[in-house]
Each structure stands twice: as C-alpha cells, then as structure tokens.
C-alpha cells in the first residue's frame, strides 16, 4: 500500500498564493505518476497536474500559467505551488499516486483549498 500526507491547504484572498505538498510512503510503484486532483462541492473530481518520475507534466486548461508542480524523486514529494489563485480554484485537492503497472490510482485524505474575492 502507499500512504500520502498532504498539507499546505487553507484559505488565500483571491491573487493570493499557495504552496501544497505531498509525502508517499510504503510501497510506492517504480514507475509512477504523481499529481494533484480537485473536487469543488456538486462537481466531479478533476486531475489538476501530474508529473511522471522523468519530470514529464500534465495541466488542465484552467490552471496553467498559474499553477506548477514538481516532485523530490528521494523524498517521494510532490509539490504544486499555486499563484493567481481565483474563487473557482476553491475544493478540496486531493494528492495521488498512479501505479502504470497496476493502472490505479492511490490518494491522500484531501486538503481543503478555499479562496475568497
């Protein structure tokens, strides 16, 4: 199993900025993705950036230019720093792990990101 820790959520004035992280432990997969999700209330989950073990990233459209993640390879860390941020960007962010191997995702318990105008 993988156990994630995330921490870093809270509550920014819109334009403000925020910096989540993400600590994987246990069985973390060789070859992996890690990323950042989104949930807002009555909305579906969506991926908001992932980035693979070489580095490789992934944004949704209403992020990027605003939103960076990376990752610390020996301190299986994932990092997703959030500038510019908007009302919209309010939800609950959950961090994950994907496993290409076993194509499935692991998640965090979800941090609570909430931005006011």
């Known amino acids: 199993q993988v156990q994630l820790v995330e921490s870093g959520g809270g509550l920014v004035q819109a334009g403000g900025s925020l910096r989540l992280s993400c600590a994987a432990s246990?069985?973390?997969?060789?070859?992996?993705?890690m990323g950042w999700y989104r949930q807002a209330p009555g909305k579906q989950r969506e991926l908001v950036a992932d980035?693979?073990?070489?580095?490789?990233?992934t944004y949704a459209d209403s992020v990027k230019g605003r939103f960076t993640i990376s990752r610390d390879n020996a301190k299986n860390t994932v990092y997703l720093q959030m500038n510019s941020l908007k009302p919209e960007d309010t939800a609950v962010y959950y961090c994950s792990v994907f496993d290409y191997a076993k194509l499935r995702n692991y998640w965090g318990q979800g941090t609570q990101v909430t931005v006011s105008s």
């Open positions: 980035i693979t073990n070489g580095g490789s990233t």
């Open positions: 246990g069985s973390i997969p060789s070859i992996n993705a």
